[in-house]
């Protein structure tokens, strides 16, 4: 076992062929430094093995889904947590697995790695605030909720729940909302939904960890350069805070803080020549 940058990456360089369940479990290892992803593959494999039988032969993909999904939400009692939405467990899939609770992308993850064992195409949608998942029918598409107990969305549903967001004058659906997420965006969302957390609970540490992993996805994205800069500097790693506070203005010079952090370079600089 690596470090959590050195074995995520490692996962990831597959791109989209990359093993969403252990990368997640990786994903894990911001709190779960010596995590062990086999027992948690294991019980992926076992509710997988639970639902086969009762799958007839040749079964249509939305009659599979739904077979699936009364197993996963009904019997194994899978659900969303409402009450304690933004308890980081919820997005490690050890915990969601061990729990039988999370938020819409950790249960979609479940979901998504439980048909993948049964051969089916189920795939992440990245609906505007809340995460669904898909299953390519024959005549178009099932889309099913994972947190409301994997209840399927018909598509005046779906419509309301983007005007809640986006405003009652919307009229239709814009495509790009029920767009497939892939493997790659996936992580990014959960990862970035685990940097939101701990920057409000201010655990610095672990917020790091997400920032840094975020990076190995996106080595360039100056949003998270900046985070992961602030935060080195918080827990007084100059050095490392300086050099991305540097890329952060080399990458987005015209940043609207750019002033602001050219200063904070100055200041760096006199800390990190402190250090031996």
């Not at 074995?7 to 994903?27: K, N, P, S, Y």
């Not at 992308?105 to 064992?117: C, D, K, Q, Y």
């Not at 495509?175 to 959960?190: S, V, Y």
Request: negative net charge.
């Amino acid at each position: 076992m690596g470090t959590v940058r050195e074995d995520f990456a490692a996962l990831v360089a597959a791109g989209e062929r990359t093993d969403l369940a252990r990368a997640a479990l990786t994903i894990a290892r911001i709190a779960y430094p010596t995590l062990d992803p086999d027992p948690s593959l294991r019980e992926l494999d076992t509710l997988a093995a639970a639902v086969r039988p009762r799958l007839f032969p040749d079964a249509a993909p939305d009659v599979a889904a739904r077979e699936l999904s009364a197993y996963l939400f009904g019997e194994r009692g899978f659900r969303g947590n409402r009450d304690e939405y933004y308890d980081p467990r919820n997005s490690y899939l050890n915990d969601v697995l061990t729990r039988r609770t999370g938020i819409p992308i950790s249960l979609s993850v479940v979901f998504i790695e439980t048909g993948a064992r049964l051969g089916l195409a189920i795939e992440g949608v990245g609906f505007p605030g809340h995460f669904l998942v898909r299953v390519p029918t024959a005549t178009g598409a099932l889309i099913l909720d994972p947190f409301f107990g994997g209840r399927a969305i018909d598509d005046a549903e779906l419509l309301s729940r983007y005007r809640a967001l986006h405003g009652e004058d919307v009229s239709a659906l814009p495509r790009d909302a029920l767009e497939t997420t892939g493997t790659l965006a996936i992580l990014t969302r959960m990862l970035r939904n685990l940097l939101r957390i701990y920057l409000e609970r201010k655990e610095s540490p672990h917020a790091l960890a997400a920032a840094d992993l975020l990076l190995v996805l996106a080595p360039d994205s100056p949003d998270e350069l900046r985070i992961r800069g602030l935060l080195y500097e918080e827990l007084e790693c100059f050095g490392p805070a300086l050099d991305d506070v540097r890329r952060y203005l080399t990458i987005a010079p015209d940043a609207p803080d750019a002033e602001q952090m050219q200063e904070r370079v100055a200041r760096l600089v006199r800390l990190a020549s402190t250090i031996h």
